[in-house]
């Protein structure tokens, strides 16, 4: 199995990029890759008119490949403004022109976190509702508020957080789709 995690920020020191990481590392028996999203920082704004003179970019055509040599994705969800961050909707609008249905009916562990006591929840539930148009499959979700407190020395230092999500990757990773039995 190989899993590609992200967070959906393009900042160089990602609160949601450090989550994600930290949630590979309960990770076993699977190959995993963390993507760093600055790398796509030179994707222009998303235009019809852009589209329509230039087609798709090729950092964007590069970054769905990539997503599609994953088996699964763990993805954390940066908020800005009780949604997600602009570059990210952006990178998501250009890969839905390039192919609607990216994520190719795959599973996803959603995470979120903020600095703020909700966790970025807003972000999180607008990616629950936006993921399934792109083809994604959200198996389950993982909020950490507070992240300057309960996030020190790359660990989250509440036991019980830190318990959750360790459980929510394992059963992530050992998820088995039900098998579709057909007709003969």
């Known amino acids: 199995m190989r899993i590609i995690a992200f967070g959906g920020s393009s900042s160089k020191a990602s609160i949601n990029k450090q989550l994600a990481k930290y949630a590979t590392q309960f990770v076993e028996n699977a190959e995993v890759e963390v993507l760093d999203l600055k790398e796509y920082l030179s994707v222009p704004l998303y ?4 589209e329509n003179a230039d087609g798709i970019p090729a950092e964007v055509k590069s970054f769905v490949e990539k997503l599609q040599t ?6 954390s ?8 961050s602009a ?7 250009w890969c839905s022109r390039h192919e609607l249905k990216f994520f190719q009916g795959k599973q996803i562990l959603l995470l979120s976190t903020s600095p703020g006591g ?3 929840k807003n972000a999180r539930d607008y990616m629950v509702k936006m ?3 792109y083809a994604g499959v959200v198996q389950d ?5 507070l992240f300057y407190q309960k996030f020190t020395d790359g660990a989250i230092n509440d036991e019980e957080l830190k318990s959750e999500l360790a459980q929510k990757v ?3 990773v050992a998820f088995e789709e039900p098998k579709v039995e057909t007709a003969q």
Do not use: M, V, W
Request: aromatic share 18%.
């Open 47 to 50: 235009c019809i008119d852009r």
């Open 70 to 75: 994953a088996d699964r994705f763990i993805i």
């Open 77 to 84: 969800a940066a908020e800005h403004n009780q949604s997600i």
């Open 87 to 93: 570059f990210f909707k952006n990178l998501l609008d």
């Open 118 to 120: 909700y966790g970025a």
């Open 131 to 133: 993921l399934p148009f």
């Open 141 to 145: 979700t993982f909020s950490l508020p």
């Open 170 to 172: 394992k059963a992530f």
